[in-house]
Structures are given as C-alpha cells and as structure tokens.
C-alpha cells in the first residue's frame, strides 16, 4: 500500500537522486534510498480527495495543518453542509424523491449562504469582518470570490454529491472562501474549525444562524416544497429512530475534520428535536430567504386533510367510515382550501400549516361530534352497540368505543413502555469524543476507551439477543389486523350504532358538543389556550395522548389545534359569545 | 457489599424528593411550577434529554436490581455508562460513584459474572477519578473477602496503602487507616489460625516455644496497622477486638486495658455498647474487683438496657452491700424486661420473681412501688394478659409459672395471668402451684379489698 501510494512522486529526491518514494505517518514524502524527508505532502498531491482544480486551489489553503491537531482547515458550514448532506442521503434511502435532495436543498442551502453572507456573494461575511486580513489576501480572493454567478459553475462537485457523483450537473456551494483563523487566538480558546469562534459569538440582526435543529428545518422545507409524503412528526421520529443522521451527525465526518472547543457548542446535541421548535425554525428560515409561495396543496396531495385524515383514522385503528365526516369538517371549516394549506413565507404572516397535528385535531372533533367524550355517552354508546353486536354476529359489525379503547389502552400503553425503554437505552455519545481544548483531549479520549471498555463488560451480561432491535422505517407505527386477536382491527366496523336517517341525510345520534375552549388567549405569549388535564373528561385526556404519542407532540399542542378547529367550525357561537362578554364588559 | 442497596436508593431520588416536597408543602397544585423550577435550575435552558433519558435509565437499572433481573440490569447499565462522559463534570463525578455501586451490585448477583469481570471493572473504575480510589479499593477487597480470596484482598489493601496523591491524600486520611485496618484484620485471620495450629501442639514440645515467639512477633507487626485507625473516633469494633486479643496474647495487658479503656470512654468517640461490653469482658478476665466491673455496666445500662449482660448486672447488684445498688438491682430487671425481645426470656422472670420475694421480704415495699407505678398503667396489657397466658402456658410452662407469681404479686389475685395459670389443673405443678398461691398471698403488693 505504501509502496503503491508513493509511486505517484515521480520527481527525484533532491539529495541521492532516486526515485523512491515513500510515506511518512504525516502524510508526507521521504526517499526511501536516504530518509531525506521533502516538505511535500500527500494530500497536495493525490487528486483523489479534491476533485477538480478550483476546489484544490482552496483546498490547499483549507489542508494546512493547524498548530494543534493535525487536520483540514474547515468551517462551520461545511460542517452543516456536511450533515445536510447525510440527511439528504437518509431522506433518499428512505424513498423520497432524489430532486429533494439535488435540486430543493441544494439550493436553499445555496440561498442560505448567499443570504447570510458566507458564500455566493461579492462580500463574503468573514472577510468583511476581518478587513486587514482581506486586504492582504485579496489578491488570490478575487478570482473566486466574486458572487453569484459562481452558481452557474458547472464543474464543481461538492459533499452535497459526494454520495452521488452521478448528478455532477447539478451546481454546488463552494467550501467557504475565507481567509485563515489567526493561530494566535486559538490558545485560550480553540476551536477545530476555523471560525468556530467566530461563529459561536456571529451575532447579525436579520440573519438566521444556522444550527444543527436548523438543517431538519431545511429538510422539512424541501419536503415540503416536493410535496412529499412525509409529514414534520414522521420526519422528527425517524430522526428519534436514528434513521436520519442527526443527534451524532458530526461523528461521520471525514477524519481530517478536527471538532472541539468551540465546535462542541454547535455541533453537538444532547436533545432530540422537538415539533414546536423545529415548525418555528422552518418559519424563520423560509421568511429569511425571502422563498416564494410554495407549490399548492391539493385535494390529492399527502399534505391535504383528506389524505392525512385516512391515514390517522388508520394508524388509530378508527372505522373507515369516520372518513365522511372528517371530509365534512373539513369543508365546513374551509381548512381543506388551497390556500390555507399552502405555505407562503411573502405573505405577511408567513404561517405554515402544521398538516399532521391538523388531521389528529380533525379526527378528535369528528370523535367528540360522534361521542360527545363527556365520559357518559360514549359509554351508553358502547352499550347499545355491544347489545348489537351480540345479537347480530353476522352483520357488519357496530363501533364499539370501549372495546377500542381497551385494545387501544393496551396497545399504546405497550408501546410507550417499549418507546420508553429505547429512549432510556439511547446512545448519545459519539465515537469521537468532543473535548473543549487540546489539554482535555487526552482525557476524553481515555474517558471514551474506557467507557467503551466498560459496556463491553457489560454487554456481555446482558441478554445475548438485544431487545430493541432497529425499527425499519415506516409511516405507519401500529399494525392491526383482522384476524389477529391481540390487535383486533376495527377499520371496518360501521358507525350504524351512534348515526341516525333523517330524511335523506344522515344525523349523529349524539346531539350535543361542548368546546375545548371558551376563550382564546390574546397575549403575545404564543399558545392559544391552556390545556390543563384535569379540567377534561378522561375519554378527551386518552384521545388527545393517543394522537400526541404518536405524533410525539405535547397533548397541548393537540388541544390547541383542536381549539382553532372549533372556533371555525362553530364560528357563530363564539361570536356570540364575543359579543356576549363585550356587552357585558360595557356594562359594568 | 450488602448495604450498597441502602444507599442505591439516594443518589438519583433525593434531589426529586426535595423539589416534590417544596412544590406540594402548602397543599396547593401548581403544575408549571415544576418546570419553572428546573428551568432556573439549567438557567433558563430546557433540561437536556441527554440528562433526562439517563435519569430514566437509572430507575430502570434500579427497578431491574429490585426485582433481580441481572441481565436486564447490565444492559441498561451498558447504556447509563456513558454518563461518565457528560460534559458536566460535576454529574460526571457523582455519576462515578453511582456506576460503582450499581456496577458492582450487577456483578456481584450476576449469575454469568466472575471475580475476574469484578476485578476488571474495579481496577477500571479506580481510576475514573482520585478521590474514589482509595473507596472502590476497600470495597474490592470486601468482595474478595467475601469470596474467600484472601490473599488477592491483602494484595489489594498493600496497594491501595501506599496510595498517594498530593494534597488529596491528607483529606483521605481516614480512609487510608481503614485500609490499613481491614488489612491488619486480615493478617489477624492468620494469626488466630497459627495460634489454633498452636493450641494442638503439646506446650512441652520443643517446636512449641518457637512457634509461640513466631505468633508473638506476628502480632506485633500486625498491631501496627490498627493503631492509627484506632486513634480516629468512629466504632471499629472487629478492628478493637482483634487488636486486644492480639495483645492479650503477647502479654501486653497495660496496653490492651488503655486501647480499651480509651475506646469506651473518650469522649470523641460515637457512645458504643460494645466497647463497654468488651472492656466488661477483659476486666472479668482480668479478674477486675466488683466495684470496677459495676461502673462499666452501670454505663452500658444507661445505653443499653435491654443488653444481655444486664442479668449479671443484676447479679452484682444483688450481692452487693449497699442499699442503693440492691435497690438499682431490682430497677435492671424492670428495666429488662421492658423490652417487646426480653418477654420470654425465662432467666430474667425467674431472677425477677426471686428477687421480688427477697425484696419483699426484706421490707422495701416502696422499691418494689416506684418501679411499678409506671409499668402499672401497660404491663398488664403487655405482659399478662389473657393471651399471654394461654401461649405461654402453651409452650413454656416454668416460664408462665414464673410470670404468674409475678402477676399475682404485682396486680393482686383477681389478675387474669394468675387466675388462668391457676386454673391449669396440671399433674406435674400442682405442688408449685400450690406454693405460688401461698408466696402470693404473703407478697402481694395490693392489698387485698378488707
């Protein structure tokens, strides 16, 4: 290997005239006749690694070693770019679309740098922060430097095609076209990459730094953007299921690039993403790069309530025929309109629908329309439909709400134990271990050795056959059939029991509804109502923590989704009300 | 190695604990109240799941101890080790020591675990951090103690003894003469086995004396290693004892009789029963005069009056001439027998019955009056009653003939303890029965209704 690897040099050594070369554990070139050591390196040879000559100009720069670890000079974009990059090859393994991942991504994150100012632009971030530095280098800056119409620069192949050499068409982002870190600084505090520092204190009004939960946002938006079938909760649940790198994406990184210090801060993550959180992000993200009205969202679209519904009612084991009625509120209301559905960061309230949490509220309306869930009716409702069931065994057979919620009790609460004990079993560190400077480094790689050594022991003792095996990837999260008695399906139970015939049409046998909320909040603190568990029948309580499980959201959430449905759907009684507490304001 | 669950059950409750009991003091519910307070806790910033999941993991690695699932136990120990690599370092140090003690709990039940998997994983986890060495040291050698590897242990203990680090080590100073000590127990464990070896050769063999010089010299080397530790207040009852004997044996009484005295009675130490009971013990050796060996009960009296050396208190005291001491003679057996584990202990009825007659017979009706007048309101209940005689008269006969005397005696004859054991129409103690009715008439302390 060795030998091979040095047969690249061609050239004579300056001092015995031979011509063989070989390698030193840097990386660098020595003759193999006398041991004189040249100062060239490998890495400035072997094209392999830099694939066209633009980036090698860089790239020779961004390889100097550094005073402290030996290792590439790179930027904390790259490093996002480098985990966007892996995210995409996930999303794509897991069946979406390749233009999400060459043509969607790739260029937001090209709008990003470019809005953000750290690529694609005349003045680049970075360099206008350390002017004396630019003055000096802007000789060789000039030539790659100059702005956007690198994006039409065909030739360049970067980490975002690194898996997929085949899209070589597509254009790429340049690696940051900075200048050098000052060594000096680095002493005190240090950082792997080259502006860590900078980056960590990078305080600009009207820029939106990007963070590691950023870079699901961007994902989540070029799923959107294709429309694809995923929704924001299966995204962040894949993530939680490791089939999407995040909480350790720096870990595969290529081994040049050194991470600590600073770094530590931005790259490493010890939460997983919460819903709330990232739906903001996205927001954000597509108000600051100022994208245009996203593709609509249509009746046949995954995103629609319609389909949503469908899907939901399954994963909750509901009947199939709840359908209609979901399909009718979402009519009534108009939430299934195009342009409500559809994402317009322009518009002045960039609002995105949250289009999972909208289908489960849809369904609890529909439930508590059918069920009343006062605790009392859909029981007497079970009731009549047991007595049904019991004298017509051939029939179809009725809804029974209590024997769903028995097998839906059981069932959930399996699995959150199980979703309990994965979590609890999560592995959080990385292989590399993350230090704060070069004096720690030894220690926290002889903390990992020994950490490692120790689970070693340890998993020997443990069950031989581990229990929680990595789950296959699938939207769906529950499994029910027909003929299995442990998770009886009730998809095609019929709602005969609790609707009644009026005429032509067809009426709920339950005649009453109460709402979620009175009252909305008007303050600028963001929630639109308060969910306090205790106020609600246990029935409500149960549904709204079967649906918020399995979309990993907080039940609040869920309620207050529910809430907003309401209000539209009864919209004139809330304006009574309105008018009501008006009035009465007026007169005292 | 057994207490380990004891103290299992601090670590990760006791700061919940803290905050449940703030939250919910004044009866009041505040749901967010929680939240808030771990959010000033993390200043501001969301508790990291990193630290949540963990925390979960280690009541699952607690659950799995409490119910025995070892192997479950492992494998969420293999996950909560990586708390050793938080980036808090102080979590990082108190998840040391929780890792050791869990660690070695799994290890030491574990069906498929070994010394060897023990050793591993205590010689790793010595040096996660300096202040744990000398600790996980100690409790190593307890588990080879335990497993009867002696030899390892006191390897173990030499190493662990010549451990030093700086600064660090002053403060450790206690526990360096721990280890000194457990490694002194161990050498003592040698010794008592020589001098058995000993005690089966004949003393006129030639072999004999040389031997006896051997142990002699062995225990002097021994003694080295308690003495700091012995100089430190705490209780080190094994450590005192075998040290004593050990210079029992080599002759040195002046020096065992000051160890023992300055274990029981300096003021710095932790009040110790036994270090009164041993001193009891060597001054009865010794053949101490009375005077002496009442003062040393007279103290573990007032510790412990239900000890077992109370019955020869009471001996002393009966035999001694002086009023008060007789009187105090007849408050130990009350004292005694006070006690829910004494109620069937036959010595201390017979001795109490006994004594009571003598007593009454001597005329000292008001001693026999101010012990009783505050057992009169629950000894009845406690001792006499209807339940009592049945079982006891069940099992014990002597023992129910005694406590009848006694009942009668005390609560006159209308008693029911009395009336039942009475009413026993028993081959056997009719004669003593008969006696008992008599003693009891001439005694009793109620005056029977004129």
């Known amino acids: 290997m060795e030998l091979e690897e040095a047969k690249e040099l061609k050239e004579r050594c300056s001092q015995c005239d031979a011509i063989s070369w070989g390698l030193t554990e840097e990386g660098k070139y020595y003759c193999t006749s006398c041991h004189n050591v040249t100062e060239r390196s490998k890495e400035v040879i072997n094209t392999d690694i830099i694939p066209n000559t633009k980036i090698k100009y860089i790239s020779r720069g961004l390889k100097r070693k550094s005073k402290f670890e030996k290792g590439w000079d790179w930027y904390v974009c790259e490093g996002f770019q480098h985990i966007l990059c892996q995210q995409a090859e996930a999303l794509k393994t897991l069946g979406v679309a390749p233009e999400v991942k060459n043509e969607v991504l790739h260029n937001f994150w090209k709008r990003y740098l470019q809005k953000s100012k750290q690529a694609y632009c005349a003045n680049p971030v970075y360099t206008s922060r350390r002017k004396a530095q630019v003055l000096e280098d802007r000789v060789h800056h000039s030539d790659w430097t100059n702005g956007p119409e690198l994006l039409s620069d065909a030739n360049c192949t970067s980490c975002l095609e690194s898996g997929a050499e085949s899209q070589s068409d597509v254009p790429a982002p340049k690696p940051f076209p900075a200048p050098k870190a000052p060594q000096s600084e680095a002493a005190s505090v240090c950082s792997g990459s080259v502006d860590g520092i900078e980056y960590s204190e990078w305080k600009e009004k009207g820029v939106v730094k990007m963070t590691v939960p950023g870079t699901l946002a961007l994902c989540y938006l070029s799923l959107l953007w294709q429309r694809e079938t995923v929704t924001l909760s299966d995204l962040l649940r894949f993530v939680e299921e490791d089939h999407i790198p995040y909480i350790k994406a720096f870990q595969s990184f290529p081994e040049e690039m050194k991470l600590y210090g600073r770094d530590k801060g931005i790259f490493a993550i010890e939460s997983w993403p919460d819903y709330e959180e990232i739906y903001k992000h996205t927001i954000e993200i597509a108000t600051f790069l100022d994208l245009p009205r996203f593709p609509d969202i249509t009746e046949d679209c995954f995103l629609h309530p319609n389909v949503l519904c469908v899907k939901y009612l399954m994963e909750a084991n509901l009947p199939d025929e709840m359908h209609g009625l979901t399909h009718q509120v979402t009519k009534m209301t108009g939430m299934g309109d195009v342009d409500s559905l559809t994402f317009d960061p322009i518009a002045k309230a960039a609002r995105t629908v949250k289009y999972d949490v909208q289908a489960a509220a849809l369904i609890v309306v529909v439930l508590k329309l059918l069920f009343l869930l006062d605790d009392k009716a859909e029981w007497s409702l079970s009731d009549l439909a047991e007595v049904h069931n019991e004298k017509n065994k051939t029939d179809k057979p009725w809804f029974n709400f209590r024997t769903w919620y028995q097998v839906m009790k059981k069932s959930v609460d399996e699995k959150k134990l199980k979703w309990e004990e994965a979590r609890a079993k999560y592995m959080w560190k990385s292989k590399k271990p993350l230090y704060f400077s070069h004096i720690d480094k030894s220690v926290a790689y002889k903390r990992r050795e020994m950490v490692v050594n120790l689970q070693k022991q340890f998993s020997a003792l443990a069950n031989s056959t581990p229990t929680v095996e990595k789950k296959s990837p699938s939207s769906f999260q529950f499994r029910w059939a027909k003929d299995d008695p442990a998770r009886p399906c009730f998809h095609g139970h019929s709602l005969q029991g609790v609707l009644l015939k009026k005429g032509p049409a067809l009426v709920t046998k339950n005649s009453l509804y109460w709402l979620s909320t009175q009252k909305f909040c008007r303050s600028y603190c963001k929630h639109v109502t308060t969910y306090e568990e205790s106020n609600f029948s246990l029935s409500y309580q149960f549904i709204l923590n079967l649906f918020s499980f399995l979309l990993r959201i907080k039940a609040a959430l869920l309620h207050d989704e529910v809430s907003l449905i309401e209000k539209k759907l009864f919209k004139k009684k809330y304006s009574e009300a309105k008018k009501n507490s008006r009035s009465r304001k007026v007169k005292r | ?450």
């Open chain 2, 1 to 450: 190695m057994t207490d380990f669950s004891e103290e299992l059950t601090r670590p990760g409750s006791e700061d919940d604990q803290v905050e449940i009991s703030a939250v919910s003091g004044t009866g009041m519910h505040f749901p967010w109240l929680q939240e808030h307070l771990d959010a000033v806790a993390t200043r501001g910033k969301k508790k990291k799941e990193f630290a949540q999941t963990t925390g979960a993991c280690l009541s699952f690695i607690k659950e799995a101890l409490l119910k025995h699932q070892w192997q479950r136990a492992a494998e969420y120990m293999c996950s909560y080790l990586q708390i050793l690599e938080d980036f808090d370092s102080n979590k990082r140090q108190s998840a040391t020591e929780i890792v050791w003690k869990l660690g070695s709990e799994v290890l030491f039940y574990h069906p498929e675990s070994s010394t060897e998997t023990f050793n591993t994983f205590a010689d790793q986890m010595k040096n996660i951090g300096v202040l744990n060495y000398l600790k996980i040291s100690l409790q190593h050698a307890l588990y080879l103690i335990h497993h009867g590897m002696l030899e390892e242990a006191s390897r173990n203990l030499s190493q662990a003894e010549t451990w030093r680090y700086g600064e660090k080590s002053s403060s450790q100073e206690t526990l360096i003469n721990l280890v000194q000590a457990y490694k002194g127990l161990l050498e003592y464990f040698s010794w008592s086995e020589r001098k058995m070896e000993l005690s089966k050769l004949d003393k006129d063999d030639y072999a004999y004396s040389t031997e006896a010089r051997n142990i002699v010299s062995h225990s002097w080397k021994t003694s080295v290693n308690f003495n700091a530790l012995i100089k430190t207040p705490g209780v080190w009852d094994p450590f005192v004892k075998s040290y004593v004997e050990m210079l029992e044996f080599s002759g040195d009484r002046d020096g065992a009789r000051k160890v023992l005295t300055s274990y029981a009675y300096d003021e710095k130490f932790p009040a110790n029963p036994n270090a009164h009971v041993y001193l009891y013990n060597f001054l009865k050796r010794e053949k101490a005069p009375r005077a002496k060996l009442l003062s040393v009960l007279k103290i573990l009296y007032q510790i412990v009056p239900s000890h077992k050396l109370m019955l020869e208190f009471h001996l002393l005291l009966k035999k001694s001439e002086k009023e008060e001491h007789r009187k105090l003679g007849l408050a130990v057996l009350f004292g005694l027998l006070d006690f829910a584990g004494c109620t069937r202990n036959i010595t201390a009825w017979k001795h109490l019955a006994s004594y009571l007659r003598q007593i009454l017979m001597q005329n000292h009706l008001a001693w026999v009056q101010e012990e009783w007048k505050s057992r009169r309101n629950w000894w009845p209940a406690f001792h006499f009653s209807y339940f009592w005689a049945k079982s006891d008269w069940k099992e014990d006969k002597d023992l129910a003939y005694e406590k009848a005397l006694i009942a009668g005696m005390l609560l006159g004859k209308g008693c029911r303890y009395f009336r039942y054991i009475l009413k026993q129409d028993h081959q056997g103690v009719k004669k003593k029965i008969k006696l008992m009715k008599k003693s009891v008439k001439k005694y009793s302390i109620v005056k029977p209704p004129c």
